[in-house]
């Protein structure tokens, strides 16, 4: 993706922070059937001390048969994002030289895909995405729940997913390349809008717009 220096997010921590708050993910691949994106829930796991991405798909899609097995891949994490209006600009109510822009955060991560048929690791694999995902329930289902018998008919309908991760690029646009006095105009816009995602915007712009202005402090002191 178009990754503009001021947009960069390159904390190992954020990256992988965004990607177990939003789990949501779509998969795109390319093979002889062409493009095909996929939308599925992902765990970031450890393997061997390396970070890996884990998933499932259901048997009836036919991508574990047109998409070769260690093929290249790419999952896209997106996080909040909303409409960002020139109104909030304080400099366009001097000069109209505004135009509309979207405020988003987003995680790309590129690696290798392997497919996965055994019974004990989908089964595990089902085990933590429905432990991660339950845990704020008053009751938190587990497998356990049901009867053994049909859980374990229920997984040769599945294919477990496993990604190796080569790179993870991350782009929190969140109004850097705006003057101090926009930055504020947008939080004080986005704090009023109806909406979480709006709030949260708000709360990412006002901690960016903070470590800009740390930043030159900090290089002044180093130099």
Request: proline share 6%.
């Amino acid at each position: 993706m178009h990754n503009p220096k001021n947009f960069q997010q390159n904390d190992r921590a954020q990256l992988e922070g965004l990607i177990r708050e939003y789990p949501f993910a779509t998969l795109m691949t390319h093979s002889a059937s062409g493009l095909e994106a996929n939308h599925l829930p992902v765990l970031l796991c450890e393997k061997d001390g390396k970070a890996v991405l884990q998933a499932h798909i259901a048997r009836a899609n036919p991508l574990w048969k047109t998409l070769p097995d260690k093929s290249d891949v790419l999952v896209v994490f997106n996080g909040p994002n909303c409409y960002i209006s020139p109104n909030h600009y304080p400099t366009k109510q001097e000069t109209g030289k505004a135009v509309p822009t979207w405020n988003y955060v987003v995680v790309h991560v590129k690696g290798v895909m392997s497919y996965i048929q055994d019974k004990d690791w989908l089964l595990a694999m089902i085990n933590r995405l429905t432990d991660q995902h339950e845990a704020g329930q008053q009751r938190p289902w587990s497998t356990a729940d049901a009867p053994e018998e049909f859980i374990q008919k229920m997984l040769p309908a599945i294919v477990g997913l496993e990604i190796e991760i080569s790179a993870i690029t991350g782009q929190w646009k969140l109004s850097q390349n705006q003057p101090e006095r926009n930055r504020r105009g947008v939080v004080a816009g986005l704090s009023g809008e109806s909406g979480d995602q709006y709030r949260t915007i708000a709360e990412l712009v006002k901690s960016a717009s903070q470590k800009q202005a740390i930043t030159p402090a900090i290089t002044a002191t180093e130099n």
